[in-house]
């Protein structure tokens, strides 16, 4: 069985400033996706970023980026030049390569950018 | 692009009772995925539908049940409702060249009392 887990319940950072968020998961599949979603008030869950594990590069969105360490488990997403619309919860996800597309959920972080 | 919708948003029921909560997954999207979030938790896997047939359940008792019809809107149904099922029940749509990428709905929000 796959777990994701994160470590920082909350975070706050000043609107324009950097901030990286932690999560590492645990898992003895060779192939598979890692995923960061966001999920504002609204409670829609949103797709941030998509991470294939096969791949070296590091996948980025945008503002939105991540360091991916595969033989550390390790998988952080980092939001640079923050904006008042990134406050949100956001999770980090792990999907296996095969199958059907059950996602696993960390316990998420509770981001606030304060203006 | 239709988007995920969910219905009802907000529903309050008595524990023992049955629950059916619906969803209409994006246009063109041929898989559902269920997930009950406790507060304050992630999403829990509850099943996946794949044209029609459940394609993987999660630890979640035979009173879960779910349906997907042939244009892909999607039923789940709760019997025998109890005090722990109080939670956002989210909706989650896919097509299979993406693997992992859902499109959500905005959930609903189930008291039991």
């Known amino acids: 069985a796959q777990t994701v887990t994160q470590s920082q319940p909350e975070m706050s950072v000043q609107e324009a400033e950097t901030v990286t968020l932690s999560c590492t998961y645990d898992?003895?599949?060779?192939?598979?996706?890692l995923f960061w979603y966001k999920q504002p008030p609204s409670r829609q869950m949103i797709l941030v970023i998509r991470q294939e594990a096969y791949k070296q590069q590091n996948a980025t969105e945008n503002r939105f980026s991540v360091n991916f360490q595969k033989a550390a488990k390790s998988f952080s997403l980092k939001i640079s030049d923050s904006q008042l619309g990134d406050t949100a919860m956001y999770f980090c996800?792990?999907?296996?390569?095969?199958?059907?597309?059950?996602?696993?959920f960390g316990t998420g972080t509770r981001l606030t950018i304060i203006p | 692009e239709t988007g995920v919708t969910q219905s009802p948003t907000h529903l309050i029921k008595t524990r023992g009772q049955q629950v059916t909560l619906r969803c209409s997954s994006q246009?063109?999207?041929?898989?559902v995925s269920w997930y009950q979030q406790a507060l304050g938790q992630g999403p829990q896997f509850i099943f996946q539908y794949y044209r029609e047939e459940e394609n993987g359940r999660g630890n979640f008792p035979p009173r879960f049940s779910g349906l997907q019809f042939p244009n892909y809107s999607s039923e789940l149904n709760v019997n025998a409702l109890e005090l722990d099922d109080s939670a956002l029940y989210l909706c989650a749509s896919s097509f299979s060249d993406r693997f992992g990428v859902h499109t959500f709905g905005s959930g609903t929000r189930l008291t039991v009392v």
């Open positions: 898992t003895s599949e060779n192939n598979y996706y």
């Open positions: 996800a792990f999907s296996p390569n095969f199958g059907n597309e059950k996602l696993t």
């Open positions: 246009s063109g999207h041929n898989t």
